[in-house]
């Protein structure tokens, strides 16, 4: 895909992570839109997935460990096919299979329950290690908050991956500096996060996670490593692409208004006007 397709989707992609939140009125959507450009990029380009077989044996595995942002997730896999974008307005419903965290047993498309932070990279690396004791081909992705970086399971299962040289695995930290509550420097600061992932024995990639040339870049690199795991540092805006929610932590967690969501997809139209007019 070029970029500009990929734009246009990822517009898409926030247009239905707010409105998740708003027929929710509950959810996630800072960390949602400062992830969307990876989902997007992830699901419709890197991964090796098939919307109409979604548990094929040779698929690539993607883990949320930051699975508070599942509208994101959720979103990028309607876009992509595997359930119908309607669907999306009855997140956090009762009997709806899209809850405020994924859940693996009834989403297509999910291949780990998530929502303990600290505990999906675990999971992924799980995974890549049993790819590599049974000859396995596919490849394992997660992504990680920066402020889920504060929990220490993080680093045990960083420095697992490295001392099995499991080079089938991707990490992705989505470094938008700020959670629940304030920036990640104010609650427990992790920097520097790439020197850190560096002495973990990781092969490290520094990108503007909105840039789709860096994102494609860094993946291709990623493919090319042999003997150690990478990591892939984004640093993102939380809210990216709606006006009031940028760089803003009251929207780590809230859900807009019926005024706050006309303001909000109001932004959205207009970058998709000016997407379409390239």
Same mark, same amino acid.
């Given at each position: ?9 990822? /517009?898409?992609?926030?247009? @239905? ?28 380009? *890197? ?12 698929? @690539? ?29 009855? !997140? ?17 498309? %999910? ?13 992924? =690396?799980?995974?890549? %290690? $049993? ?8 490849? =394992?992705?997660?992504?990680?908050? &920066?402020?889920? !970086?504060?929990?220490?399971? =993080? ?7 490295? +001392?099995?040289?499991? @080079? /089938?695995?991707?990490?992705?930290? &989505?470094?938008? /500096? ?10 427990? $600061?992790?920097?520097?996060?790439? *020197? ?14 909105? &840039?789709? &040339?860096?994102?494609?870049? +860094? ?23 709606? $006006? ?9 967690? $809230? ?12 932004? !959205? *139209? ?9």
């Amino acid at each position: 895909m070029t970029n500009l397709e990929l734009q246009r989707i990822a /517009n898409e992609v926030r247009k @239905d992570i707010v409105t998740e939140v708003h027929s929710a009125k509950s959810g996630h959507p800072g960390g949602s839109l400062s992830a969307a450009d990876v989902f997007t990029y992830l699901y419709f380009e *890197e991964l090796n997935i098939d919307p109409k077989d979604p548990n094929k044996p040779d698929r @690539d595995r993607f883990v949320l460990s930051k699975g508070h942002t599942a509208p994101g997730l959720y979103a990028a896999l309607a876009e992509r096919g595997f359930f119908p974008k309607e669907d999306l307005t009855t !997140l956090r419903q009762i009997g709806s299979h899209l809850q405020g965290h994924p859940c693996m047993q009834h989403t297509p498309g %999910l291949d780990m329950s998530s929502g303990s932070l600290g505990q999906g990279i675990s999971a992924a =690396v799980g995974m890549a %290690l $049993s790819a590599k004791v049974f000859g396995d081909s596919f490849r =394992v992705y997660t992504l990680l908050g &920066d402020g889920e !970086l504060q929990e220490g399971q =993080v680093w045990e299962a960083s420095m697992f991956a490295s +001392a099995k040289k499991l @080079d /089938n695995l991707c990490v992705i930290v &989505d470094n938008n /500096n700020l959670q629940i509550d304030g920036t990640v420097v104010e609650v427990n $600061s992790p920097y520097p996060i790439d *020197e850190k992932f560096t002495a973990f024995g990781f092969h490290v990639i520094n990108v503007n996670g909105h &840039d789709f &040339d860096e994102l494609r870049a +860094a993946f291709a690199e990623a493919k090319t490593v042999k003997g150690q795991p990478t990591a892939i540092i984004m640093k993102t805006v939380k809210g990216k692409g709606v $006006s009031f929610m940028e760089n803003n932590v009251a929207w780590h967690g $809230s859900a807009p208004n019926d005024e706050q969501y006309a303001v909000a997809m109001a932004d !959205l *139209e207009k970058v998709g006007e000016a997407l379409c007019q390239k």
